[in-house]
């Protein structure tokens, strides 16, 4: 079973920029959902932007036009690259795929 660990966290500024990292254990060459989540405390978790199962890439609203999903299917990895953060971006993300979750990593973004 693939599993997956995510990097790239951190603390930044708001308008700062992050790139989150997923890498796979095994391939993801079949696995056509993945995704990228995210939760506060006291909240559920909420997908921030995905590869939908039709090969479709999906964002959440509030992300659009600073976030970008990519994959990688010869490294088996998934990445967010995300633009112009804002306090309200800040959360544990989650890589998910395949019906398997990382562990998550903090993102903070504070001045």
């Known amino acids: 079973q693939v599993q997956f660990v995510e990097s790239g966290g951190g603390s930044v500024q708001p308008g700062g920029s992050l790139r989150l990292s997923c890498a796979a254990s095994?391939?993801?060459?079949?696995?056509?959902?993945m995704g990228w989540y995210r939760q506060t405390p006291g909240n559920e978790r909420e997908m921030v932007a995905s590869?939908?199962?039709?090969?479709?890439?999906a964002y959440d609203d509030p992300v659009k036009g600073r976030f970008t999903i990519s994959r990688d299917n010869v490294k088996n990895t998934l990445t967010l690259q995300m633009n112009d953060l804002k306090p309200e971006d800040t959360a544990v993300y989650y890589c998910?795929?395949?019906?398997?979750w990382g562990q998550g990593i903090q993102v903070t973004v504070s001045s």
């Open positions: 998910t795929g395949d019906g398997k």
């Open positions: 095994g391939s993801i060459r079949e696995i056509f959902f």
């Open positions: 590869f939908t199962s039709r090969g479709h890439i």
